[in-house]
């Protein structure tokens, strides 16, 4: 008995990431809550690893392009999210709340 290893389509890869994104801006157009807005944008660059990962593998399955820019992207992400808690700790020591509406600091 033989085992076939069948190959995942492109454009299954392409669908989730788009199902990721997606979750992702509709999570940070309708939470108000800061600690979900810092999670659905990294679903959004998470479905940009993605992407990444499976143009690599179609387009030039040798070359590791595309595995380079997604270990850049995933620093970048992991810097955002201890910035990004950073300053949202902050404010909660400040405000006692991590309502996106009621962080009114720039305001006049």
Known sequence: MTLELTTVPLQAYLAL??????????????????????????LMLNAVNINLMAFSSYVDGQLIRGQVFAIFVITVA?????????????????RETVDMERFNLLRW
Do not use: D, H, K, Q
Not at 79 to 93: D, K, P
């Open 78 to 94: 992991a810097a955002e999210a201890a910035v990004g808690l950073a300053i949202l700790l902050s404010l909660y020591r400040n």
């Open 17 to 42: 990431a788009a199902i990721l994104f997606c979750t992702g801006v509709w999570g940070l157009i309708n939470s108000r809550n800061a600690v979900r807005v810092l999670m659905s944008i990294e």
